[in-house]
């Protein structure tokens, strides 16, 4: 698609995640009329009947009426689309980050299968985060990353067999670098630094001299 063409669509900005893996908070949508007879499931569609307007995937349709749904959604929407609903079908996007680039959107077949792919992500994201609280328990069966890399900031980044794990600040805090990775490795618990300790140590007992 030319950038000159983007005259012909009407444009709105994208806000929300429940489409995040095609679209992502600040991209501007380049919208076009279409039919309810031409819809196909698989195509993207911001709908107006309602405030806030959203934008969601045809998942399901019938001649009578259409089922709508985010691609990360748990859930359909409960409001149906019909022939007399008011909305325009999502052609293409301009991301936020690249305001010069123009993105296709793929609806109808491809569409579904992009709905499907990020509904098996969310259904594993849902069982990871179930299944945590038990491997948290199993700790001591979670591979260590032993392996430090220190930078001058003071900052402490843990690897395992190459893999980055998790960075330590030098307030203590630790984030794993993926939710994933802190199901299959743990860091060990900082040992503090023997050298600043005894000239702590050091200092106190100068203080305590007469």
């Known amino acids: 698609m030319l950038m000159s063409e983007l005259d012909n669509f009407t444009k709105a900005y994208y806000t929300g995640n429940s489409m995040r893996g095609m679209l992502k908070h600040g991209d501007i949508l380049l919208l076009s009329n279409i039919s309810y007879g031409m819809l196909e499931c698989g195509d993207i569609v911001a709908v107006f009947d309602r405030t806030p307007h959203y934008v969601h995937r045809v998942i399901s349709k019938s001649p009578d009426y259409a089922i709508t749904m985010g691609d990360n959604n748990p859930q359909p929407d409960e409001m149906k689309l019909t022939r007399k609903s008011k ?10 980050e690249s305001p010069k680039v123009v ?5 109808g077949y491809y569409g579904m299968r992009q709905f499907y792919r990020q509904q098996r992500i969310l259904r594993f994201k849902r ?14 069966l979670r591979i260590p990353a032993r392996k430090e890399t220190r930078f001058r900031d003071g900052t402490v980044q843990w690897s395992c067999c190459g893999i980055p794990v998790a960075a330590s600040t030098p307030d203590g805090k630790t984030r794993y670098l993926h939710w994933s990775k802190r199901l299959f490795f743990r860091v060990p618990a900082q040992i503090p630094d023997m050298e600043s300790e005894n000239s702590e140590e050091i200092k106190m007992k100068e203080g305590n001299e007469p």
């Not at 909305?87 to 936020?96: H, K, L, N, S, T």
């Not at 609280?133 to 700790?139: D, M, N």
Request: glycine share 14%; net charge positive; no cysteine.
């Open 127 to 140: 069982t990871a985060g179930k299944l945590f609280p038990f491997f948290r328990k199993l700790g001591v």
């Open 87 to 96: 909305f325009m079908i999502v052609e293409a996007f301009i991301p936020g």
């Open 103 to 107: 993105l296709q959107v793929d609806g």
